[in-house]
Each structure stands twice: as C-alpha cells, then as structure tokens.
C-alpha cells in the first residue's frame, strides 16, 4: 500500500489550491483507494458549518483522479487534466460538519481507452455520507 498525504498529493490530481478536497490517499491496488478529507472552515463547499453536496461530489471526483494519478505518476507521467463525463445513482445520505474526516472508498469497475467508471462510498464517523459512481474521463497523455 502506498501513502500520499497533503504534502504530496499534487503529485497526482492537477487541482491546486486552494480547491484541493483530499488530503490524504491510500492506494491499495491498481483499481481501488482509500481518500480522505477532514472538513475545515475554509474549505470553499461550507455553509452553515456543512459541506455541501457539490463539495461532496468534487471530493469524491479528485479521490476518483487521485487513483488514476498514481498509475501515470509510479511510470513517470505527469497528474492529467480529466473530467466528470458522468454521474449515476450518487445518493447523499447526510452533509457532513466541520471536524469531520470524510473516508471515500474508490473502486475501478471498467476503463476503455481514456474513460474510466470508478465506484465511490464516502463515509463520516462510521456513517455512509454518499455513495455513487463517476465515469472520468482523462484529456490527453
């Protein structure tokens, strides 16, 4: 398993901040990760001390690159620049508040070409948050 954390994880999602919503990536295969993201009063996607569904989806979106970054940065290619081209059955159960560490689950289910349908599951103390699939797909090499 290996390791990214706020430090370094520019290394594999073009975001910058301060529009960064991941602070920390496990990568456990070459087809499923853990991400992380604990909710601080500056994050862009807060009102009333909640992260808001966009918030949810764009966190759920960078852990989604997040998995494919690490694959063209452990051969050396730069994070890509990629786009949601799809969001089904992404349900949210609650909004989570500040303090709160949002655990996201990503799961490949299929890649063809330069598109890929990846599985999320985002949970908040032991709670499911959201839950949903993304279809990616990456702009260049």
């Known amino acids: 398993m290996i390791e990214y954390t706020q430090d370094n994880i520019e290394q594999l999602i073009p975001q910058r901040r301060p529009i960064i919503m991941i602070d920390g990536v496990k990568i ?9 993201l604990t909710i601080h009063s500056d994050n862009w996607f807060i ?11 764009e966190h759920a979106a960078q852990s989604a690159a997040a998995l494919l970054g690490a694959r063209n940065y452990h051969t050396g290619k730069p994070a890509q620049i990629g786009y949601i081209g ?8 609650n909004l989570p508040v500040l303090g709160d560490k949002l655990i ?5 289910l299929a ?10 599951r985002s949970e908040a103390n032991g709670e499911r948050v959201c839950a949903g699939q993304i279809k990616v797909v990456v702009i260049g090499e």
């Open 47 to 57: 009102h009333h001390n909640r992260l808001l569904e966009a918030g949810l989806v």
């Open 111 to 120: 890649e063809v070409d330069n598109i890929s349908l990846l599985e999320v």
């Open 104 to 108: 996201t689950y990503i799961e490949m």
């Open 28 to 36: 456990v295969s070459e087809t499923s990760a853990i991400a992380s």
């Open 86 to 93: 799809e969001i089904k059955n992404f349900e949210v159960k």
